[in-house]
């Protein structure tokens, strides 16, 4: 199993920049493939963004494509999303999602991963 801890929510206005981390501990963190997910209150997780092993593949869901930038750095067992253009539509709590898999496998379903972080808020305001 492995650790995950986000950070780098908060309040941003409409058309604003975050960027989430995600730091794994606890496992060998290119064995994962990644993903980021976001909860609106009272729905279920959705995907945003995944990323394979080696960073080669990227996945990313229709509302956010040219907007959000998945990436990571295996050195530094971390998984990042890079937020642009926020909007308030946008505003939702995220998580990463780490589960093992083959060397180009990309995951977008929330119910394959079995490692979650904590989640972290995102609010954008108009």
């Known amino acids: 199993q492995v650790q995950l801890v986000e950070s780098g929510g908060g309040l941003v206005q409409a058309g604003g920049s975050l960027r989430l981390s995600c730091a794994a501990s606890g496992g060998t963190f290119s064995s994962y493939v990644m993903g980021w997910f976001r909860q609106y209150p009272g729905k279920e997780r959705e995907s945003v963004a995944a990323?394979?092993?080696?960073?080669?593949?990227?996945y990313y869901a229709d509302p956010v494509k040219g907007r959000f930038t998945i990436s990571r750095d295996n050195a530094k067992n971390t998984v990042y999303l890079e937020m642009n253009s926020l909007k308030p539509a946008d505003t939702a709590v995220y998580y990463c999602a780490a589960v093992r898999g083959l060397p180009n496998a990309l995951f977008t379903s929330a119910r394959v991963y079995d490692n979650w972080g904590q989640g972290t808020q995102v609010t954008v305001s108009s």
């Open positions: 990323i394979s092993r080696s960073g080669g593949r990227t």
